[in-house]
């Protein structure tokens, strides 16, 4: 199927995009050689390119559209909103409907004692407003030494200044002189990279105890908070053992620092459950959350904040942050419409008891195949990781196995995003079981080819 373009607007597209459009995390000499894939239109878990070609879309954009894509109810919500009041702000004792109502939705899904919203317009913003309200909050409280923000090793927090720095990628920190000061960083519990000859539980006490140590470095009295993934998402699908949650959960109870849960990725029902947080059991002062929200039809993001948090900031004065587009009334209504849809079609909990099971029990019959060391997965998140070696865990290296098993999964119809070596999947929560089968078999005809060409 990798046929040439044969629709002329494929290449008109191109070059604009080869003459004037800067995407986010792209090679842009690479760009403008091949030019990118145009995505015109989609349905379902259905993608349609420019050339005609439908892909089985099994990122669900970009971890975004839990209800799948092509749901007029978003469009109409959207339209109406834009007809009654398409803008106004919500600084300076304004408010409107749609984000109120939103604020009050939230509260009730949220975990419980966590029931006030900052909304921003993205999950970078929404992490950015984290770290300005922690350490506006410790200051608040006469501790404004508190203003170390401690986070992981290839966890991912977003694209600012600060989320960038939050995030533990070196390829970001390289580029533009970060991470920012006040933030340190500790390994991930990723056992198949790194847990060497430790057992999965014995590594993830060791990765849960790197925080404490870190804590005892830093010193009690200058840390902030603790920013986590429950799941890392963009560093490659990383479930973590599951002795890892108990002991950090041990950890953050013997010192006095914020807990924060990054469920920009895991919220809005990707573990089966509405927040990460709820399924691992965990209890976060704040929760910064994107992409389900609105299941990605317009951009919203936000920091659920805990009332513990909130009684703090309530007598502190103005707290001196907010964008333009903080509450924006038509993503507001979106996400409203988007949220109903979630709980009056049940999704979640079909999720939780019939797809995330199928799709995993699918996902597991590839750990036979011979380029495959591991199969992991967790609700509707999957990772499967492509090894030389299954019982060493060694690489292919320097073949880019990834990059050359994600072009043929785009090129058989099917959307896998590849983290080194690491294929992942995050498709939308409604897949039926039957587009589940189709994901797992063109997932294991592409691992095929991609053995072939590595044995070639
Ligand atoms: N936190 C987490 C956990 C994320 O996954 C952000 C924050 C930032 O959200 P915004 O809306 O500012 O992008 C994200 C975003 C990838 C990939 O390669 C993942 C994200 C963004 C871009 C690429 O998987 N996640």
């Given at each position: 199927m990798t046929t040439p373009n044969t629709n002329p607007q494929t290449q008109q597209w191109q070059a604009m995009s080869r003459?004037?459009?800067?995407?986010?995390?792209?090679?842009?000499?690479?760009?403008?050689?091949?030019?990118?894939?145009?995505?015109?239109?989609?349905?379902?878990?259905?993608?349609?390119?420019?050339?005609?070609?439908?892909?089985?879309?099994?990122?669900a954009g970009l971890w975004c559209v839990a209800i799948g894509y092509g749901r007029d109810e978003?469009?109409?919500?959207?339209?109406?909103?834009?007809?009654?009041?398409?803008?106004?702000?919500?600084?300076?004792?304004?408010?409107?409907?749609?984000?109120?109502?939103?604020?009050?939705?939230?509260?009730?899904?949220?975990?419980?004692?966590?029931?006030?919203?900052?909304?921003?317009g993205s999950g970078s913003e929404g992490n950015d407003t984290m770290l300005r309200m922690v350490r506006h909050y410790w200051a608040l409280k006469g501790?404004?030494?508190?203003?170390?923000?401690?986070?992981r090793i290839n966890g991912y927090?977003?694209?600012?200044?600060?989320?960038?720095?939050?995030?533990?990628?070196q390829g970001m920190h390289e580029q533009g002189d970060l991470p920012i000061p006040g933030i340190v960083h500790i390994p991930q519990p990723y056992w198949f990279g790194e847990g060497g000859d430790m057992s999965p539980e014995q590594?993830?006490?060791w990765a849960a105890e790197q925080l404490e140590k870190k804590i005892l470095e830093v010193g009690e009295a200058?840390?902030?908070?603790?920013?986590?993934?429950?799941?890392?998402?963009?560093?490659?699908?990383?479930?973590?053992?599951?002795?890892?949650?108990?002991?950090?959960?041990?950890?953050?109870?013997?010192?006095?620092?914020?807990?924060?849960?990054?469920?920009?990725?895991?919220?809005?029902?990707?573990?089966?459950e509405w927040f990460g947080s709820d399924y691992y059991g965990n209890k976060p002062d704040l929760m910064t959350i994107a992409k389900?929200?609105?299941?990605?039809?317009?951009?919203?993001?936000?920091?659920?904040?805990?009332?513990k948090i909130f009684e703090v900031l309530k007598p502190g004065g103005d707290f001196n942050h907010g964008f333009t587009y903080s509450g924006h009334p038509v993503a507001a209504a979106v996400a409203l419409e988007n949220i109903r849809i979630l709980r009056d079609e049940k999704i979640i909990e079909r999720v939780r008891e019939e797809t995330a099971p199928y799709l995993q029990k699918r996902l597991r019959e590839l750990a036979d195949h011979p380029l495959v060391g591991e199969v992991r997965g967790l609700g509707m998140l999957g990772a499967i990781e492509?090894?030389?070696?299954?019982?060493?865990?060694?690489?292919?290296?320097?073949?880019?196995?990834?990059m050359i098993c994600r072009a043929h999964c785009f090129n058989n119809g099917l959307i896998m995003r590849a983290v080194g070596d690491t294929m992942i999947i995050a498709p939308p929560l409604v897949i039926s079981k039957s587009e589940i089968d189709e994901l797992v078999t063109k997932a294991r005809l592409c691992l095929d080819l991609t053995l072939q060409d590595l044995q070639a």
């Open positions: 003459d004037h459009h800067l995407a986010p995390f792209s090679d842009y000499q690479q760009l403008s050689d091949t030019g990118p894939r145009i995505i015109t239109n989609a349905d379902g878990v259905y993608l349609w390119d420019s050339e005609g070609n439908k892909i089985l879309d099994g990122m978003l469009a109409d919500a959207a339209s109406k909103q834009m007809k009654q009041l398409p803008f106004y702000n919500t600084f300076f004792m304004t408010a409107h409907p749609p984000v109120l109502e939103l604020a009050k939705t939230i509260a009730e899904i949220a975990p419980e004692g966590m029931n006030h919203v900052f909304f921003t501790q404004p030494n508190k203003k170390v923000i401690i986070s927090h977003g694209s600012t200044v600060a989320g960038a720095s939050l995030g533990g990628m590594f993830g006490i200058n840390v902030a908070a603790f920013i986590a993934e429950p799941i890392q998402g963009a560093g490659g699908v990383i479930i973590p053992p599951d002795s890892y949650w108990p002991k950090i959960r041990e950890i953050l109870a013997k010192y006095d620092i914020l807990f924060v849960a990054d469920e920009v990725i895991c919220g809005f029902g990707r573990t089966g389900g929200l609105t299941s990605g039809y317009i951009p919203m993001g936000g920091l659920i904040v805990s009332d492509l090894v030389k070696n299954k019982s060493s865990r060694t690489r292919y290296t320097d073949k880019g196995a990834g």
